[in-house]
């Protein structure tokens, strides 16, 4: 970690905050804010994080937003990503050599492949240069922050979880929020759908303790590989050989049978009692909302080792834009080669930030039969952690860039018809909280990829429409429209519920002259003239198969909270919000220089 921050020193792209702060709220608020800045800020070296309450100094700093623009991303992966993605893509298609210059080329390429196995070395670590076993062990000697003030407590963000099958022959790294408990317990979110989890129920059904070792820091680079859509079975650290050309240089665990690399800051080890669980949570996510209470696994600590000098790493997440979304762009690029390979005439795909990963996705297609998008739309629900999205939009080769959103929004609107809707279900992310019961829920695909020629609406002026519409709907207290130069202008309108809002769709045909998609939010907490926020907030809160309503002119959706008024049994979660008197305690201190107009868009 040292040479990386040397390395983002030397680049202008690392922001010392010397003035002491407390892990509780302060540090992570600050990241928050900083990342948000249009270039995504610079990286925090936090030198002196305090523990307000109890009093203590940690001589350890906390080093937060690492990967927070493309060009820290580039970086720290040490290359251009687009290299990376081109390097994967040769090594996809390498065909049979045809004569000996080939064959001595190809030999160049698998010479080149022998540094991306990952190297274990007889010896102790520079990670375990400080050792505390038994009694001595103590998360609380770590600045491990608490981010929100919901939160069921302090959490590591950045930890890498090594894991092992019950044989040892598997094993996986992954990422997953670790709750700290008490000195010596962490609570294990990994999901259902994850690696780990898989291996738990393998120690579960044989009555066994499953080892989890945790490290923290060491080269960035290890923590993204942490996050890779990998297959089950393929160890992620072989992409840090691919992207590095070099060997990942692992030492074992003290108190555990697993392997880590050696440089890394911080190793926490210890053992999981598969026959107890509990109580996780609640916590701020990536989603913008909190994840509620549930039951999870929970690690015993048996060892904590680390540098003579070590870096605490720390990322914060709530809602876009934040770190992740340079992690993800890496990911995206990377990624595209591997997801061609199950869908050949895919051009490219793209994650809006807005969209938190999951619960949207653009992709262009090359069509050549009728139906290919639909048959696309399957592909992505049933591919490794594809399968989490909501809501797929495929475009034809001759649509805009997928990150043109302007071009691209009149690109579709100007060819879509309520046919074009595909409804589905699926699994869904343990994170959502829009659909009728956990982990299975409506999925929309929108097929952009034939060219229909929808006959726009007539003009009416927004409050003009506002009047009519509230005649009809009188819970309706807002509305504007986007997109009125195209044959289907969106209409959002803001409400305050008194009922379900699907029982009164139908009243909109009335209006249907003026009228061709609609979305409905609630008045609190939205700004329906904030597309940004409105794109995060729709898609995080519908389900497809409860939410939508078409009709042969009329799509609309219900973005709403959904309460017992709506048939919703589950709990809804809150937004995740910055704590006011931190903000201003952070003011005060002249640290917090986010410009005020972002503060408002991206409504912390």
Known sequence: ?????????????????????????????L??????????GKALLFTHPVDKESGKKFDMPVVMNLFGSYRRTELLFGREVEGVASEIEKLLHMKPPQGFKEKIGMLG?????????????????????????GDEVNLYDLPILTTWEEDGGPFITMGQVYTQSLNGEVVNLGMYRLQVYDKNHLGMHWQIHKDSSHFFDQYQREGKKMPVTIAIGGDPLYTWCATAPLPYGVNELLL????????????????????????????????VDTA?????GPFGDHTGYYTLKEFYPELEVSAITHRKDPYYLATVVGKPPLEDKYMGWATERIFLPLL?????????????????FHNLILAKMKPLYKGHAKQFMHIFWGSGQMSFVKHALFFGEDAPKLNNYEALVTYALNRFLPKCLFISEGITDALDHSSPE????????????????????????????????????????????YMRHTANPITVISVKKTGALKKKFSALEALSSFLRIVIFVDEEKNDIHNPYMLVWRVTNNIDAARDIYRSESIVAIDGTTKTSLDGFEREWPGDVECTPSVVEKLKSLDLWDLDPKLEKKYQL
Request: with cysteine; net charge negative.
């Open 276 to 280: 107890k669980l509990r109580e996780e």
């Open 109 to 133: 390429d698998l010479f080149a492949m022998k540094d991306i196995f990952p190297k274990k070395i007889p010896k102790r670590g520079s990670c375990q240069e400080i050792v505390k076993q």
């Open 340 to 356: 061609k390979t199950n869908a050949a005439d895919l051009i490219d795909y793209h994650m809006p930030e807005n969209g938190v």
């Open 438 to 481: 956990s982990l299975v829920g409506g999925k929309l695909g929108i097929d952009f990829t034939a060219s229909y020629s929808p006959i726009a609406p007539a003009s009416i002026d927004s409050s003009v429409l506002l009047e009519q519409l509230r005649a009809l709907i009188p819970d309706i207290t807002g509305a504007t429209q």
């Open 31 to 40: 990241a928050y804010a900083e990342v948000k800045k249009h270039d995504g």
């Open 240 to 271: 840090y050989g691919l992207i590095k050309k070099e060997s990942p240089k692992l030492v074992e665990s003290l108190t555990t049978p697993l392997y880590i690399p050696e440089d890394v800051d911080f190793v926490i080890e210890g053992w």
């Open 1 to 29: 970690m040292q040479k990386t921050i040397d390395l983002l020193q030397s680049k202008g792209e690392l922001r010392i905050i010397e003035t002491p702060l407390d892990i509780k709220l302060e540090i992570p608020h």
